[in-house]
């Protein structure tokens, strides 16, 4: 089946720690996001990437970085100088265009111990 | 991106339609109508799509008013699988389709 997936579902990190969050997707779609939920709240987007070795940042981007080396994966790293990382992080894709929408896997759940 | 309204919540019985409204008048000729919904603790599932027409599909039926200044999200039989935080999301190409989720409607299905 195509689609995206998350990994983990649930991950903790020191306070301090880089933390790298996957996403890979089957679906050929050449756009994907990143975006950070808190309680709550609405989606919020990080980062994005149209294309491979390319990507743009987002409305919330700092303390975050990101890679797309390959079409299917688009990680996302929590580095150590986000102040507040613990959050609900979806990771979506779309064929790129913006009369398509996009799809979402089901998210990663970040904890600081 | 044009904004969006929605009520912040709503209660709906099991087996009838469910209509979920959303204004949003300063919407833009180029810019489309987008509704996801999620369920708790799950990342956001797309339901429907449009511009001008009136769109349908498995899930539910989009009506957008002639003005396109609001539209309503209609769940023909809903189910309890249906209860779920709604979001009415306005896109444009100038945002690089960057998604803006505003608070949403609590839809609560009751037996």
């Known amino acids: 089946d195509g689609g995206i997936t998350q990994s983990p579902k649930y991950l903790f990190r020191k306070e301090g720690q880089n933390v790298t969050l996957s996403c890979e997707q089957n679906?050929?779609?050449?756009?994907m996001y990143w975006y950070r939920q808190d309680p709550g709240q609405g989606l919020r987007l990080i980062y994005y990437s149209q294309i491979v070795n390319d990507f743009q940042k987002g409305d919330i981007a700092e303390g975050y970085s990101v890679s797309r080396e390959k079409k299917e994966s688009f990680p996302l790293t929590v580095t150590s100088a986000q102040k507040n990382p613990t959050a609900f992080y979806l990771c979506?894709?779309?064929?790129?265009?913006?009369?398509?929408?996009?799809?979402f896997g089901d998210g990663t759940r970040l904890s600081i111990l | 991106d044009a904004k969006t309204t929605q009520p912040p919540s709503m209660d709906c019985a099991e087996g009838r339609a469910a209509n979920l409204p959303c204004n949003h008048s300063?919407?833009?000729?180029?810019?489309?109508v987008y509704w996801y919904r999620q369920i708790h603790s799950q990342g956001p599932q797309y339901i429907i799509h449009?511009?001008?027409n009136n769109e349908t599909n498995e899930m539910a039926s989009l009506i957008i008013t002639e003005d396109r200044k609001s539209s309503t999200l209609i769940l023909p039989h809903a189910t309890l699988r249906d209860t779920a935080v709604y979001y009415c999301?306005?896109?444009?190409?100038?945002?690089?389709?960057?998604?803006?989720f505003g608070g949403g409607t609590r839809v609560l299905v009751k037996p």
């Open positions: 300063t919407i833009s000729g180029n810019e489309y």
């Open positions: 449009g511009l001008k």
């Open positions: 979506a894709s779309s064929i790129g265009r913006f009369n398509q929408p996009q799809h």
């Open positions: 679906l050929n779609h050449d756009a």
């Open positions: 999301i306005v896109v444009s190409e100038a945002a690089g389709n960057k998604l803006t």
